[in-house]
């Protein structure tokens, strides 16, 4: 919904439409209920009925995190800066917080931090906003600390990147995503191959946020495939726009926007 529908929660999407769409990705119309009772459940989706029909719309929660999660896939590889700040975070949750530690690793991960030890993550950025309000969000400040600074000029960082990052594991990634996604036949593809593809398309892409720290080029090279993964990512989703909401207009289209 995120992709293809509006984000101001005042647009309705119909929920046997939502249905339709997972089934063409191969869910059964019971997983797709069961994921959607899921999503809800976390509230990023709120159910709007209607007599017997049930539509879903955006909560502000997930619009938040779609736009954030938009300003760093967008961007990946666009604007690497000079790595003058570095962000160093460390906490202590209590297992009985675990779910919120989990939560809290994969959110760092996202903003590119790379683990040095238990409890011990670096980016090699500027990343004090966006963490302090991660870790005001999940609750757990008071197990946290966070520090900026710079590298200093005796360390070794070819061995801290290495424990932070798999460089060369990431730049296979990268070469595998090329040889894919060049291949697509988007002549051959009609409005439901065009969403298929799209959303296929984004799901791998977005977890390269996750696994490149975009480290300054003084400290370590850019992958050697990321320009050119990043340059067939924005011009197949400008490509594939057109058609895929049509066929996401089409199915859901007994949703409704509000007065």
Not at 31 to 44: D, F, N, T
Not at 117 to 130: I, K, M, S, Y
Not at 191 to 200: K, P, S, V
Request: hydrophobic share 45%; net charge positive; no cysteine.
């Amino acid at each position: 919904m995120g992709a293809f529908g509006d984000r101001s929660g005042r647009t309705l999407v119909w929920s046997g439409g939502l249905v339709a769409l997972l089934t063409e990705f191969g869910f059964s119309e019971g997983a797709a209920r069961v994921a959607l009772s899921r999503v809800v459940r976390r509230e990023l989706l709120e159910p709007v009925r209607s007599g017997r029909m049930i539509s879903y719309r955006i909560t502000p929660r997930l619009a938040q995190l779609l736009a954030e999660g938009d300003e760093r896939i967008f961007q990946l590889g666009r604007r690497v800066p000079a790595g003058t700040e570095w962000t160093v975070l460390w906490h202590a949750i209590p297992d009985d917080r675990r779910t919120a530690r989990e939560r809290l690793v994969r959110r760092l991960r996202f903003l590119g931090f790379g683990q040095l030890q238990d409890g011990a993550w670096l980016a090699a950025r500027n990343r004090e906003h966006q963490v302090s309000t991660v870790l005001e969000e999940l609750d757990v400040a008071k197990f946290a600390g966070l520090m900026l600074g710079r590298p200093s000029q005796i360390l070794d960082a070819g061995a801290l990147i290495s424990r932070a990052w798999d460089l060369a594991g990431l730049d296979v990634r990268y070469r595998a995503f090329v040889t894919e996604f060049s291949a697509a036949r988007l002549a051959e593809q009609d409005d439901a191959g065009a969403l298929n593809l799209r959303t296929r398309l984004v799901h791998t892409y977005r977890e390269f946020p996750f696994l490149d720290p975009e480290l300054p080029t003084d400290i370590a090279p850019a992958p050697a495939a990321r320009a050119d993964a990043v340059r067939l990512f924005h011009e197949l989703y400008q490509l594939l726009a057109l058609p895929a909401q049509r066929h996401f207009d089409r199915v859901t289209s007994l949703g409704g926007e509000l007065s």
